[in-house]
């Protein structure tokens, strides 16, 4: 019973194509993140959404949207993929903002995109 | 803005050895510290974290860390390693602010020798 699952697991495309990821948590949390991981294994928090709204944008091209329809789900959608997109996105979960809580987040098992 | 460093980009240990691993974080304020590990192919795991209270936590798998505020630092350790621990460990800070968001050090990769 996966906490929080990404799909697709593997997305190969072409330059200039329009894509989108899926994340789905069913742990009752109320914020969610999209995090890119690149070739040297250097993760960075990309967006993070709190009970639909949006309270993280970090310096992401605005080819990235994330879309939100509940709080159970955080998809992202991208535009235009570029080859620098290649990476790995972690979707993540937390209840509340997390720092009160110190719980840390929960990883889903992370989408493989590779533009070429 | 919080920033973490972990100085080791690559351990490489025979079993049994004992593993310390460095991270240092940079914020002046209230912070919650964490180590994840990512086997490989796998996504990111708690292994531990510090919240509050006793600075020396204690994790899965027999590893500890522990938070020495003067230094910043909050260092991983396993007193005998396994070669099932090879795979990539993270420090990581959430900082006590309006939008806390959990920023991730470099990353070290650990190798065991069997």
């Known amino acids: 019973d996966t906490a929080v699952s990404q799909t697709p697991k593997y997305l190969v495309t072409q330059m200039g194509n329009d894509k989108s990821i899926k994340c789905e948590q069913n742990?009752?949390?109320?914020?969610m993140y999209w995090y890119k991981q690149d070739s040297k294994k250097f993760l960075k928090i990309m967006f993070s959404?709190?009970?639909?709204?949006?309270?993280i944008n970090e310096t992401v091209p605005n080819r990235f949207s994330p879309k939100s329809p509940d709080k159970a789900h955080l998809n992202l959608h991208i535009n235009s993929l570029e080859l620098g997109d290649s990476a790995v996105y972690f979707c993540?979960?937390?209840?509340?903002?997390?720092?009160?809580?110190?719980?840390?987040?929960?990883f889903g098992s992370g989408t493989r995109l590779t533009v070429v | 803005a919080q920033s973490v460093s972990q100085h080791n980009h690559h351990v490489i240990l025979s079993e049994a050895a004992s593993l310390e691993l460095g991270c240092n974080y940079s914020?002046?304020?209230?912070?919650?510290l964490f180590w994840y590990v990512q086997y490989p192919g796998q996504h990111l795991q708690l292994l531990l974290k510090?919240?509050?209270?006793?600075?020396l936590v204690k994790g899965i798998k027999g590893f500890e860390a522990e938070f020495i505020k003067s230094k910043f630092s909050f260092n991983l350790r396993k007193p005998s390693v396994q070669w099932s621990d090879t795979a990539e460990y993270f420090c990581?800070?959430?900082?006590?602010?309006?939008?806390?968001?959990?920023?991730f050090g470099s990353g070290t990769r650990l190798s065991i020798r069997p």
């Open positions: 993540a979960s937390s209840q509340g903002t997390g720092a009160r809580s110190g719980n840390g987040y929960t």
């Open positions: 742990l009752g949390h109320d914020t």
């Open positions: 959404y709190n009970n639909k709204e949006l309270i």
């Open positions: 914020y002046g304020g209230t912070v919650n």
């Open positions: 510090y919240f509050s209270g006793d600075p």
């Open positions: 990581a800070v959430e900082a006590y602010s309006s939008a806390s968001k959990i920023i």
